[in-house]
Every structure is written in C-alpha cells, then in structure tokens.
C-alpha cells in the first residue's frame, strides 16, 4: 500500500491523491525541477503493477521489487534504476533485516519496503532542508539511502558491545558456557554481512557517475560509511572466532584438570584397595591375620599412606 506521496516543489512539499488517476495528474504536472517521491510498504501485486505502469517501469524491476529477497544492488534500466537494499536492526542477540527497493527515475522517487522501520525519519529529515530536495530525485534518494546506512552503523556498534560482553565472559575467572551465544552472534554477523558487503561496490560505482554531479560527494561519503561498516563487521568475525577459541581452550584446559582431579582421587583410592585385596585373600597361612595389633596396624598403614600420596599430588597441582 502507499503509505506517503507527494510532489516537491523546489523543496517544497505537495501533498497528492493516491490514486492512479492523481499520480498521472501529479506526474503531467511536474516541472523541470519537481519530482514525485512514493512510499509504498508491502505491496499487493496489483498495486505494485499499478505505480509500476504509471512511472513506465520495467517489467523485470517491478518483479524485482516484488520479490523481497533480492541480493543487495544497484541495477540501471532504460530510463531509471532500482537500488536494492536491506535495512538491518538488532536486538537481544538477533538482527532482522527487511528489503527496501529503491526507483530513481529523472522525475520521481518510488521506496518499496517489506516490513521492518519506517522510512518517515529519512523523508522528514530531507523535508527539513528544503534547499537540498530542490536539487531533484537523487537528494531525495541520499536522504533514504544515508538513513539506511547509518543504522548499519549503529547495528555495529551494538554488535561490537556483545562481543566485548562475551569475551569478557570467556576470560573471567569463572568458566561458563559461551559457545552457544558465540555461535549465534556469528550467524547474526553473517547475515549483517549479506546486507552491507554486497552494496559497496554499487555504491561507489554510482557515486562516480550520479547526476547532478553535485549529489557525487554525497554518495561517496555513504560509500566510505559502508566500508567502515564493512570493516566494523570483519573485526566482530574475527574477534568472535579468537573469543571461540579461548573458549575452547579453557574448556580444554579444564578438563584436563578435571581428569588429573580424577586419576588422582583414583590412585589415593587404590592404596588400600590394593591393601584390603591382599587380606582378604583368605589363605590359611598368613602371619598378620593372627596378631592382635593387625588391624589397627593395617589401617594406620592405608591411611598413612593415603595421606602422603595426598600431599604429593596436592603439592604437584593435580589437587
């Protein structure tokens, strides 16, 4: 459904009907310097249909925007181009991403969202600044993109918290079970990749070649925040996978320790086993059986010699 249209005259807004009938009116309207910008968010396919027959899209965009699982990029038509992107946001542990298609025509502006946050904040911040939509469709399409953007920076940043929280977790003096929340921070660092890697190179390339070349600078400067996004994205990998690793090898590490608690409770316990064995063989020929201080010498001796080797194995660590 359209969730907001209007036509912007030298920055100013105009709101317009939602119709077919109104966008055809609107877009006959237009002059040299005004475009149409339209919001729509989910999108049955009549009405995607509908605007894409309005704005002369092309077949193979209108089914691209359709689609909500396009791979991030910048695609040129005859007479526009469509920018797939994905707005990413994150909380407890989990990102969600939702696709945002973009169509830039020389005189309108088309967002097509599937789910996730408003783009309101994006066209109300460039509403603020009339001075800059004056400059047509493209300052209208950086007021979307830079917003999208600068939550992936954001997200980052939220990510980098976790990860600190984890390896503070995996290096405390207590031994806990990280490897499960690692695993999952791992997959949400991969997904958070899918949406932001894939857009730099488009990006650049547009920003080489965007018209009116006063937009080029701008787009740049989206470029260089999706390679420190990217950059931010490779640290959280790779801390991650030193965090897993120190993790495994304090599990490691704790087993060991674990097992030598094991062979030498074992081994304190086998002395007088061993002891216990030998008397209580039953021969009819063994001199111990018949004195009067055998037992209580018997059990002084295991546990002498349980206490020394105790003390031994304290002393070496194993205890």
Known sequence: MIIDCAVYRDGAREDTG?????LVAALAGLGEDDFLWIGMNNPTVDEMHRIGKVLGLHPLAVEDALEAHQRPKIERYRDHLIMSMRMVSYSDDDIQTHEVNLFLGANYLLTV?????????????AERRNEALSHGPTAALYAVVDTIVDRYEQVASELEVDVEEVESSVFSAELTSDSTRIYRLKREA???R???????????????????AEARPYFRDIADHLGRAAEAIDTIDHLLDNALTAHLAQLSVQQNADMR????GATIFAIP???AGVYGMNFEHMPELSWTAGYPLCLALMGGL?????RRFKKSGWL
């Open 273 to 275: 086993t061993a002891i």
């Open 190 to 192: 991969l997904e958070f």
């Open 113 to 125: 969202r599937h789910g996730g946050p408003s783009l309101v904040e994006g066209r109300r911040r």
């Open 306 to 310: 349980c206490l020394y080797t105790y």
């Open 261 to 264: 608690k094991l062979a030498a």
């Open 18 to 22: 939602q119709h077919s009938d109104d």
């Open 194 to 212: 899918r949406a932001v890697v894939p857009l730099k190179e488009p990006v650049v390339r547009f920003s080489e070649t965007a018209e009116p």
